[in-house]
């Protein structure tokens, strides 16, 4: 079913995660597939995380570290990562593996008939506020784009490499997800859904939900609204000039 895996991991400061995610993403792999890359993306990590990634490569030959000298964020790390993935397949996950390894291969029946395979979670095991804030973009995503998904921002998207080919992403923040998605279906992907268990972070500090991000996340929002509005009123008039 899978040909070829790239795995692309954006890294900010997971010093005491990224060993076992590189273990776990070759060990999977390498039982899924011959062509097998694992791409870490060092986004200007402070914290001695890309010494600790680069110290692995010998262990893992499998293993290709990028690394970022200023800070781009999620978007800007996942653009990187999508652009050096070089398989026929690429799966993005979060580099503090909010899902077990092996649970990978329930995606894998779908990837007959899907271009695109995103998570969601089964159980949601985060604080009561991230729960809520988690419903609200979905919804806001769902209103404003007609993207009808479970959870925009789970970090489980398996899809074809020649999708990059169709889309172009600009998003330095995290509506990268969001970005990600409504470009695949608009360029006629076929997206599909599976459920996962999640597993809250066992080391490290998440900042998704911190005011900048969220923040950030909105204004690129609007932004891509603001263009996809524009982008549909050219594409009307092209059509009455006809």
Known sequence: MIN?????FPMYNEIDNIEETVREATRVGRSLTDRLEIIVVDDASTDGSGGRAESLKDAYPELVVVHHPVNRKLGGALRTGFAVAAMDWILYIDSDLPIHMDDIRQALPLTEEADMVIGFRLS???????E??????????RA???????????????????????VVLQSEGSFIDAELLIE?????CRIREVGFEYYPRAAGVST???PAVVWKMLQEMQAYRREAVARARRVQEEKASR
């Open 132 to 141: 809520v804030m988690s419903k609200v973009y979905n919804w806001l995503i």
């Open 144 to 166: 404003a784009f007609g993207l009808a998904v479970r959870d925009v921002n789970f970090s489980f998207k398996l899809f074809k490499r020649s999708i990059m080919e169709k």
């Open 184 to 188: 695949a279906a608009r360029s006629g």
């Open 124 to 130: 949601r095991a985060e604080s009561y506020k991230r």
């Open 4 to 8: 070829s895996l790239s795995f692309v």
């Open 208 to 210: 998704l939900a911190s």
